[in-house]
């Protein structure tokens, strides 16, 4: 199973992007693919998953700003950034795990494979 996630780069505040999360090994339909940032000297923070291809989850941090969409034919999930804020800087990261289960979706031990990260940098 191969991750690959790409789409970052320096924006300015307000502005958008989206960032791709492209699967080899394994269909984004029947994995949970989780989205995780992590900016310099902090933790690493969940940003949303789509969940077995049924429904998504974004976190109330972003919520109304991030969104998340899935193109099975591609194997894609899709993570969009809009109203992007200088704190949304960080290294973006996907993930995906067939054992994700609702409670632990959030959490990035409940994954095992992950993409090498994006860097997005959002100036003020």
């Known amino acids: 199973v191969q991750l690959q996630a790409s789409g970052g780069g320096l924006v300015q505040a307000g502005g958008s992007l989206r960032l791709a999360c492209v699967a080899s090994?394994?269909?984004?339909?029947?994995?949970?693919v989780g989205w995780f940032r992590q900016a310099p000297g902090k933790d690493r923070e969940f940003v949303g998953a789509?969940?077995?291809?049924?429904?998504?989850v974004i976190p109330e941090s972003v919520k109304g700003r991030f969104t998340i969409s899935r193109v099975n034919a591609k194997n894609t999930v899709y993570l969009q950034m809009n109203s992007l804020r200088p704190e949304d800087t960080a290294v973006y990261y996907c993930?995906?795990?067939?054992?994700?289960?609702?409670?632990?979706?959030?959490?990035?031990?409940?994954?095992?494979?992950w993409g090498q990260g994006t860097l997005v940098t959002v100036s003020s």
């Open positions: 789509n969940f077995r291809g049924q429904y998504t």
């Open positions: 993930a995906s795990s067939s054992s994700v289960i609702r409670s632990n979706v959030a959490s990035q031990t409940a994954y095992a494979n």
């Open positions: 090994g394994h269909s984004s339909s029947t994995y949970t």
